[in-house]
């Protein structure tokens, strides 16, 4: 089932605009531009500490960019109340370990605090929604499960349903498939592909680049605190980019089904 | 642990509770029995007007139950409440089980800015002042422990346990130095160290009708978080994700708690482990729903305390032993059992 409705929308719904930022004078993010459409798929990638996580808490206004602006549906940033932000993008977090001994169909249900106000209850609208999300997630059989018990993969799946119970159009996931097997970190990423087709505009932080090049539909590559790429994949993973941006000496070649293969020979020592 | 229904639970601190405070209003020095009690109570409740029906007990017996035993017990239920409820918050809020009112150096903090009070002769003036200093105390220190854990926006919460603890001590040594200087003058020293000690001798309706208002605010906007509350258990990063302001929500909640700990403190002085323990076993047998917790913390902090005074007004008149000694006795091998079962859980 594919929705195109909102994919003919041709206004960006995330823009950034020569945003910088630094951390005690070391600059972490310069220049950064870019504009995101709805039901596109963004790969956010980069090398360790290329300024994605910085970048993404910018997005999330948990931090103050020095310079420059995002504007989220045509809105500065700035401007948005954080319970408004909620209902315009949610954030998937890494996998953290969550201690407490909520029930899978409660953390879901958090995804709908956005739209309740102070003492209204859950209504049956929203047990619908959270219904829905949970079986789009395939975590409906767990709904009764303490969240503190689950798998990693699960948990994952359980944080994809809140995102989705709280029907935003803009969902960041933060390295969302780091902790998980091969068969897991598929699953998750099949997932924002299908969020992607809805007509939702997906942006994941991801290391893995032969998964980020295979599901993404436009790669953002982050390097040296400025955005060196945001193109297709395929123009992206280049064995230049490899060897400059991540010092990787590795031949790219694409596979029996046309897919990219990174094939790694050796780490490019000392030219910093 | 399988978590106890709510509605079983809530029922069971109810009865006792209510058991809790008529056993407390009929035992006393004075021998008043107890259907001279109930008629007693049941003549305040009717305002007088079914005490021809009822049947005349004597005046000094009337009294007694209004003006003595009843508004001390209605301390009790409401200081136990208030310390038991602010326990939960903190807890929550901090997402630390060691978290507690004495523990951040709030109570300590509210005594210091009691203790200021009584020294500069203001407390006498009217009986605002104690609890507006009191209140001052919990929120200069709840705040100067939050800004000094945090950094950046993020407050890693054994820094500021650390420094809850740290703070404290500086109050704790403050509150000596200031009795310390007011030896010499007889009158304010004894008044610090009466103070100090806590207790509920002699409270009045006047304390009731000190803490009651600002009990019934301060637990309404407390269960107005409830959401945001269970929601900040996950951490800051899903809390945010999800619309929760974390700032905002955590400066109005400290600054709630400390207006009620500092309330609390200024009435009945420093009181210990009731907003440490109580709310952890409540927790324990509900789980950590806040929209739960927090209703049965007061109740069960109600309870706790009024069995406590009742301990304390047991005892002879010239060996009485301190309520904060009765809560600290029972509450702290009570925390140790919980710390061993922790263990033994974790263990497997």
């Not at chain 2, 009690?37 to 007088?48: K, P």
Request: glycine fraction near 8%.
């Amino acid at each position: 089932m594919m929705m195109t409705s909102f994919m003919t929308k041709p206004s960006s719904s995330l823009v950034s605009e020569s945003l910088s930022f630094a951390y005690d004078s070391a600059p972490v993010l310069e220049d950064v531009n870019f504009s995101l459409s709805q039901g596109e798929l963004i790969g956010l990638i980069g090398p360790n500490g290329a300024g994605k996580s910085t970048l993404l808490r910018l997005l999330l206004g948990l931090s103050q960019p020095d310079t420059g602006s995002i504007s989220i549906m045509g809105q500065p940033l700035g401007d948005v109340k954080r319970r408004d932000l909620a209902r315009q993008m949610t954030l998937v977090p890494q996998d953290a370990q969550i201690n407490d001994a909520f029930s899978v169909e409660e953390v879901v249900a958090m995804g709908r605090n956005p739209w309740l106000s102070r003492f209204q209850p859950v209504g049956r609208k929203d047990l619908a929604i959270i219904r829905d999300a949970m079986e789009q997630t395939d975590v409906a059989l767990l709904a009764k499960r303490p969240v503190n018990q689950l798998s990693g993969g699960e948990r994952q799946r359980v944080l994809i349903a809140r995102a989705i119970a709280q029907q935003t159009p803009i969902i960041l996931l933060d390295e969302a498939t780091a902790n998980l097997d091969i068969c897991h970190q598929l699953e998750v990423l099949e997932l924002a592909k299908s969020l992607a087709n809805q007509g939702k505009l997906v942006i994941a932080a991801i290391h893995d680049l032969a998964m980020a090049a295979r599901f993404c539909d436009r790669l953002l590559l982050l390097a040296d605190s400025r955005l060196q790429a945001d193109d297709l994949p395929s123009a992206v993973i280049t064995e230049t980019n490899l060897a400059r941006f991540f010092n990787l000496h590795a031949e790219v070649l694409l596979d029996s089904h046309q897919q990219l293969l990174i094939r790694p020979i050796a780490a490019i020592q000392g030219n910093g | 642990m399988k978590n106890v229904p709510f509605p079983l639970l809530f029922m069971l601190i109810s009865a006792l509770l209510i058991l809790g405070i008529i056993v407390a209003v009929i035992i006393g020095p004075a021998s008043i029995s107890a259907l001279e009690v109930l008629q007693a109570l049941l003549n305040g409740i009717s305002g007088g007007l079914l005490q021809g029906l009822v049947s005349d007990i004597a005046l000094w017996q009337q009294t007694i139950i209004d003006q003595v035993r009843l508004p001390r017990v209605l301390t009790a239920v409401l200081v136990g409440a208030s310390l038991a409820v602010c326990g939960a918050v903190l807890q929550g809020l901090f997402r630390n089980p060691l978290a507690s009112p004495s523990v951040l150096g709030v109570s300590s903090g509210a005594s210091l800015g009691a203790v200021v009070a009584i020294f500069l002769g203001l407390a006498a003036s009217t009986l605002w002042v104690l609890p507006l200093f009191a209140f001052l105390g919990a929120a200069v220190t709840l705040l100067v422990v939050y800004q000094i854990a945090t950094y950046r926006g993020h407050t890693p919460m054994g820094t500021l346990l650390l420094a809850g603890v740290a703070v404290g001590a500086f109050n704790v040594a403050m509150s000596s130095l200031i009795l310390a200087l007011s030896l010499q003058n007889w009158e304010v020293g004894r008044t610090i160290v009466y103070w100090t000690m806590g207790g509920l001798d002699g409270r009045g309706w006047h304390h009731v009708l000190l803490i009651l208002p600002i009990f019934i605010v301060a637990f309404t906007v407390m269960m107005s978080f409830e959401r945001d509350l269970d929601i900040l258990l996950m951490g800051e990063i899903h809390a945010n994700a999800v619309g929760v302001d974390v700032p905002k929500v955590r400066l109005i909640l400290l600054l709630v708690t400390a207006l009620l700990t500092g309330c609390a403190v200024s009435v009945a002085g420093g009181i210990g482990f009731v907003g440490l323990v109580v709310p952890h076993m409540i927790r324990l047998l509900v789980g950590p729903h806040h929209r739960k917790l927090l209703p049965l913390s007061a109740m069960a902090g109600a309870l706790i305390l009024v069995i406590a005074d009742l301990m304390v007004r047991s005892g002879t008149s010239d060996t009485s032993i301190p309520l904060g000694v009765i809560t600290a006795s029972m509450g702290a091998p009570f925390f140790l059992f919980l710390l061993f079962k922790q263990r033994k859980l974790m263990r497997g």
